[in-house]
């Protein structure tokens, strides 16, 4: 989280401000706040404005904002999900985006940390001597977690993904509640190229291994098998029935942020994105646009919309909206009832 700006309130200098530019007492100049018009792209994932767009950094005052610092791993994810998509380096057809692209990339959930670190994982896993680390008390034998990472390749918090829960437990472990900027890396944080540092995790670092054996050492405490699928753990529960959950934390820069938690002794979805929304503007007529409440549209079990919604965020499909007469006509949904 990046520092929070504190201000002395016996200094008249960190008085409201007073200015004749701003729309009432009290405000800042909009000039001098945050602002950024491009034909490629613009995006934010919870960081200050900085790196709306890396090639035109923003400067704005320090209480809006911090700047030239680190950024999250969901921020360097969004950015370069934007590039790759725009240069057709991702893996799907032609450059720049689509409506059918752009809801592709979300749902891809890849996470950027198992970019930056499971390798270097893997490889201090293979390393360990014997494969077993002491820690907290507790002997653990790490060998059986080494292919199942290993095995990983899409980095990707599909339902159907396994080692990926057992990356997410680990990852949480290693960061202990600390910034990513002060993980063990051998490249540190460069403010000259924010969006790539810091990188290659160190695989000699016992803080590694120690993160290894705690994740494997829980997740058997727990009864839950090394290789599970995202979909045996991730869920949320809509009337008694377990609907799988694509997505992880934002720590593990996954652009579609869920976070599981407790809810009645057990583990399921307690936060996470809720309304999801991709327009395209046409020259002619209405724009085109998908969207999705994750958590549906009523909160009554008996309806029909109490956990439609949530099935088809956890099938990656998306809801068509429909603006015109035409487009509400055409609706296979579509039910007419005359009022006499």
């Not at 032609?94 to 809801?103: A, F, I, V």
């Amino acid at each position: 989280m990046p520092p929070v700006s504190m201000l002395d309130g016996k200094r008249s200098a960190c008085d409201w401000p007073d200015d004749p530019n701003a729309v009432a007492p009290g405000l800042m100049d909009p000039r001098r706040q945050p602002r950024l018009i491009r034909s490629d792209f613009v995006g934010n994932a919870n960081d200050s404005a900085w790196l709306a767009n890396p090639e035109q950094p923003l400067s704005f005052p320090r209480v809006m904002g911090d700047t030239a610092a680190p950024r999250s791993l969901r921020t360097q994810e969004l950015i370069l999900t934007a590039q790759h998509r725009i240069d057709g380096t991702d893996g799907r057809p032609g450059k720049g985006c689509t409506p059918e692209t752009m809801r592709q990339s979300l749902f891809a959930d890849h996470s950027r940390a198992a970019d930056l670190a499971l390798n270097s994982t893997v490889t201090a896993c293979r390393n360990t001597p014997f494969g077993t680390v002491l820690v907290d008390g507790n002997l653990v034998d790490v060998s059986e977690a080494c292919p199942i990472v290993a095995a990983w390749k899409s980095h990707a918090y599909t339902s159907d993904s396994r080692g990926s829960w057992l990356f997410a437990i680990y990852w949480s472990y290693l960061l202990g509640g600390q910034a990513v900027e002060k993980l063990p890396w051998r490249v540190p944080f460069d403010a000259k190229d924010p969006v790539h540092t810091p990188n290659s995790l160190d695989p000699g670092s016992s803080a590694v291994r120690d993160a290894l054996a705690r994740e494997v050492f829980a997740l058997r405490k727990s009864g839950t098998p090394l290789n599970a699928r995202l979909s045996d753990v991730q869920n949320i529960t809509r009337g008694g029935e377990q609907i799988p959950v694509r997505g992880s934390i934002g720590e593990l820069g996954v652009l579609n942020v869920i976070t599981p938690g407790q809810v009645d002794g057990r583990t399921d979805v307690v936060f996470g994105s809720g309304f999801l929304q991709e327009v395209r503007f046409t020259a002619n007529g209405p724009p085109q646009t998908s969207s999705l409440l994750t958590y549906s549209q009523s909160a009554e079990p008996a309806s029909p919309h109490y956990a439609d919604q949530t099935r088809l965020f956890s099938a990656g499909r998306w809801v068509t909206e429909r603006c015109t007469e035409e487009q509400i006509a055409d609706s296979p949904q579509l039910e007419v009832e005359v009022l006499n």
